[in-house]
């Protein structure tokens, strides 16, 4: 299974300057790259509106009820975040900052991963009690002059705890914290453009430079004096600090998120009734309730949020979305909703339940990605500033051919804030890759002026046209947005998709019922549709709307999985979806379990969803039917059919498709894992495509900006054979097993299939990536944290339990502290305190295919039929036992023991059948190193030969012959069977 290859590549040209060009063709609609900020900034303030958001990865974090406690009475915001009763309650946590400081985390990873690296522990005051300490005299100078500098100050210190240099040069700033234009501040505000509308005169740009100067200077000062320890860095100088906000001016990007609390408003009836008082309270502020706020008035809000936004373009770039019009009924009004009115003039706000939710299903649909709504004047969105390494490399364009959007579909750690790049229209490889950091529906003049603090003058296509003909210009002007819209919408009258099955299906955000339907066909079904909601209850006409809003969802093709990964994917589960029905209807006919027809409705429905290309469905059906189907599995001990497994292979599959649908892609591959791991098709290449496209953007938006907080580097344990010999083994090797003298391993590969007795092979993985890459564990757990592996926690004594964690998890808590310790005794293997956990006898490499960049998947020659990985703390130890394949097992990292036994000693070693020991007759009773010989006495005479593997080497053990390992330190080992 190949990875994804990029679809964009980065250039640097004399005139383009840095930029990102198309590596392959890619059409309209299709996602282009994801990618989480390098730094990012919550506005002040915005928290206390109820965006309560993780201060390292940017997610709507805590429950919807603490979201809306929040937005109604912001007093109740130092408590939530403060409060020692939190606890991880999955995707609605909240951790707050170990020092109390009032900074909040969707986890304790996040929490960490910021202190540790990201710059919150220089920025912490929690712990300060001085009024004046220089650090809280910084951040309240950055509050009452420029927020940016709160930004610059999580900027150089997250450069500081990487050790990035200081180059004058910029071409030598290399790094993705500092690959950019710097520009000094006040040098960029100097900047005069012919086309301003009212220009500054020299003497306002002289006081404004010595004003950027002066707050460089003030702000350096505090933060030299809080941070003594970086005082000789020359990004912590008044001109360090300017390049650095130099760059923001131009690079930075403005970030508006929609809340998640709007989908549980919506499809939770219980919840809009528990907190009914609360959701009215918020209406009230958004202006949405009685007499107080008319058509007018709205409009007025609506014109001066257009003159906001119109202010900050200066500042930095924006997206050219399209805002929504209001719905015919954005308010409550008297006669509908409003049950009485104080003879004073105060309103009686007594709005039922019943006409909320009849109110809400006016509203546009909240799977709706594009410009503002009525949802943002009642839910407060995540509103902030974001600077990204690779999204700030495009170049400006007036009819760009990607824009950037901002999704939310849920809470918690798997949905981090991310910038979706998408295309706007098809891209030819090479085209250059460019968005608009303006609004396009603009003349030439107002477009460079709104230019003119990017320091260059816009020369796309559309301006050269427009300078050369101004008269066609000015009278097409009234035409341009609805030109961009086309561009950005799609019309109804042209398919350029080519994926696109329908000619309905061709709207870039989703359908919309007054833009993707034939205006008449538009009217008529609307007509029809109020004359039969007139007859029904709120509640219903809620339900009618969500199931619109739905349906245009499932026939949204902006980033939707690409047809070529889809189509022969959803064959595939269909076909095996039947089957599974199939071998169901046998099994009906001598079972009577109550639950076997949950099982089929819940495949009847997935298989319907996957037919049907109904991604919610697909979502809702597939992780209803998993979480079912793993619950028998848990109650039961083992599911009791084949079945089982494919059902819940087509279970997880069937998730994964609708979360990939939405972009969720962290959520779509951890079912993916799940059917890898738990299921029965592993391998089948026909998915190949879809696994690769899901793991490609997963890995994009797990990417953070910073290192993982774990220490987790293995010694490099040939500097302590001596110990690992002394203290690591229980005896000294008394019986040493054959050592291979060859040099030519692969003539010895080959001579394997006439060799019939162990040998060792010094050396032998010597030279692959592994052997010095993997012991940096920080690393693996940097890149392929997200993944899901199952490993067993505890000992072959003591019993094992079977989990399934996230890769970052097993390095953290149970890998990084193992590496503590040179060696592990056989004492410490055995001590039921000992925290000893195994991820064995795996396929990562073909669950993670670029690990084979690392691990040659043919060493020499070899043909493998299988490839396994085992890593685990120090402390495990696997059963002796035999294998019915040759078995060519390497060791990559840290040390092993292994004790064989030739087959002619199985009468000797106590073969049992023994569910214990397994029920294929390859395991033995005998407890190597701690043997029972008063219980088992044939297997004092049994003789056996052992040796001590250390990185790089390797011992071929033939079929059925009997061996146990124990690893005597942190350990990654691969085994070839074939």
């Known amino acids: 299974m190949p990875p994804l290859q990029p679809l964009i590549r980065r250039q640097d040209s004399d005139t383009r300057g840095r930029h990102l060009a198309a590596a392959v063709q890619i059409s309209k609609g299709e996602l282009v790259f994801c990618e989480r900020p390098m730094i990012s900034l919550q506005s002040t303030g915005n928290v206390f509106s109820g965006a309560l958001t993780c201060h390292y990865c940017g997610t709507f974090i805590g429950t919807p009820e603490q979201a809306l406690t929040i937005a109604t009475d912001p007093m109740q915001l130092p408590k939530i975040a403060t409060s020692e009763d939190q606890q991880e309650i999955g995707d609605h946590s909240i951790v707050p900052c170990q020092d109390k400081c009032g900074a909040v985390y969707c986890s304790t990873e996040c929490q960490m991963d910021d202190f540790e690296f990201g710059g919150h522990k220089e920025l912490c005051t929690g712990l300060i009690e001085e009024e004046n300490h220089p650090l809280v005299a910084f951040k309240r100078h950055a509050i009452e002059s420029n927020e940016i500098f709160l930004l610059i100050a999580q900027w150089i210190a997250r450069i500081h705890n990487q050790k990035v240099p200081y180059h004058d040069d910029e071409n030598q700033n290399t790094h993705p914290y500092t690959d950019f234009m710097m520009t000094p501040w006040w040098d960029v505000v100097s900047i005069k453009s012919p086309f301003e509308k009212s220009a500054s005169s020299d003497t306002e740009i002289e006081e404004l430079v010595e004003s950027c100067k002066r707050l ?44 998640a609390l709007r989908m549980n408003i919506l499809e939770d009836e219980d919840f809009r009734q528990r907190h009914h008082e609360q959701l009215l309270i918020c209406l009230e502020s958004a202006g949405m309730t009685g007499d107080g706020c008319g058509d007018e008035c709205c409009d007025d809000d609506e014109e001066e949020g257009e003159e906001a936004v119109e202010a900050e373009e200066d500042e930095q770039p924006e997206n050219d979305e399209e805002p929504t019009s209001k719905p015919a009924s954005a308010e409550i009004s008297n006669e509908e909703a409003r049950e009485g009115v104080e003879e004073d003039g105060e309103e009686d706000v007594e709005y039922s339940v019943e006409e909320l939710a009849e109110f809400f299903s006016n509203f546009p ?75 396009t529906d603009q003349s030439y003049n107002e477009r460079q002026s709104a230019l003119s603090n990017y320091g260059f003058l816009c020369e796309c296509n559309k301006c050269k046209d427009e300078l050369k003909n101004p008269k066609a210009s000015e009278s097409d002007e009234k035409n341009a947005l ?99 029905l199939n071998e169901m209807a046998i099994y009906d006919k001598s079972n009577t379990d109550d639950s076997i027809l949950r099982i089929r409705e819940y495949l009847s429905k997935c298989l319907a969803a996957v037919r049907g290309r109904h991604f919610v469905h697909c979502l809702r059906m597939g992780t209803n039917l998993e979480s079912f189907l793993y619950q028998e599995l848990q ?14 292979w087509f279970a997880c599959i069937s998730a994964a498709i609708g979360y990939a649908h939405e972009c969720s892609f962290l959520i779509a591959m951890q079912y993916l894992d799940k059917a890898m791991i738990m299921g029965q098709e592993r391998q089948s290449p026909i998915l190949e495509g879809l696994i690769s496209y899901v793991e490609h953007f997963a890995h994009q938006m797990a990417a953070a900006p910073c290192p993982p907080c774990t220490e987790a580097t293995v010694i490099n344990i040939q500097e302590h054979e001596e110990r690992l010999r002394s203290v690591g083994l229980s005896n000294p090797i008394q019986f040493p097993a054959t050592v291979a003298r060859t040099k030519n391993f692969g003539d010895f590969v080959e001579s394997l299939g006439s060799q019939s007795k162990p040998v060792v092979i010094r050396r032998f993985a010597n030279d692959w990536e592994a052997v010095s890459k993997w012991r940096d564990l920080r690393d693996l757990a940097r890149d392929h944290g997200h993944r899901l592996v199952p490993i067993e926690v505890g000992s072959m004594d003591t019993g094992m339990k079977e989990e399934l964690v996230s890769f ?21 293997a055995t001590d039921p305190t000992s925290s000893i956990a195994y991820l064995a006898q795996h396929p990562l490499l073909d669950q993670i295919p670029s690990l084979y960049q690392d691990v040659p998947h043919q060493p020499y020659g070899l043909k493998p039929t299988n490839v396994n990985v085992w890593m685990g703390t120090g402390g495990t130890r696997t059963p002796l036992h035999f294998d019915s394949y040759d078995n060519v097992f390497c060791q990559l990292v840290g040390a092993k023991y292994v004790r064989l036994y030739d087959k002619s000693e199985t009468s000797n070693l106590y073969v049992s059948k023994e569910s214990k020991y397994g029920l294929q007759g390859n395991m033995s009773a005998v407890n190597c190193e701690m043997e029972d010989f008063e219980k088992h006495p044939k297997a004092k005479k049994a003789k056996y030969t052992e040796v001590l593997l250390l990185p790089g080497d390797a011992i071929f053990i033939p079929a059925r012959c009997w061996h146990y390992v124990r690893s005597l330190s942190t350990s990654i080992s691969v085994n070839y069977w074939f």
């Open 635 to 648: 109650s039961k001990g083992s599911w009791p059919a084949m079945w089982y497994r494919h059902a819940y």
């Open 482 to 580: 609805e030109q961009e819209e086309e561009n950005l919408f799609g019309s109804d009258s042209e398919s350029e998709n080519p994926e696109a099955k329908n000619d309905d299906v061709n709207d870039l955000f989703g359908s919309d019922d007054e833009d993707d339907k034939d205006e008449n066909d538009g009217n008529a079904r609307e007509a029809e549709g109020e004359d039969a909601e007139n007859d029904v209850d709120g509640e219903t006409k809620l339900q009618n709307a969500l199931e619109r809003f739905e349906e245009d969802f499932n026939k949204s093709t902006t980033a939707s999985i690409p047809l070529k990964y889809f189509a022969p994917a959803s064959t595939h589960v269909i076909k095996i979806c039947s089957s599974v």
């Open 808 to 828: 970052r998890t097993f390095v953290t808590s149970y890998l990084a502290p193992s590496t503590q310790s040179v060696c592990t005794s056989l004492k410490q």
């Open 365 to 439: 649909s909240p799977l709706k990605t594009g410009a503002d709504d009525e949802w943002d004047d009642i839910i407060t969105p995540m509103d902030g500033t974001a600077h990204y390494s690779t999204l700030t490399k495009m170049n400006h364009d007036c009819t760009p051919n990607i824009v950037v959007l901002y999704k939310t579909r849920g809470w918690g750690r798997n949905h981090p804030l991310v910038a979706y790049c998408v295309a706007l229209k098809d891209i030819a490889p090479g085209e250059e890759l460019t968005i608009s950091y303006i609004k």
């Open 216 to 259: 460089c200077k003030e702000s350096h000062a505090f933060l030299q004096q809080a941070w003594s320890e970086h005082k000789d860095s020359k990004w912590l100088t008044p001109l360090g600090m300017a390049r650095l906000i130099g760059s923001l001016e131009q690079n930075c990007v403005g970030v508006r998120r929609k809340h």
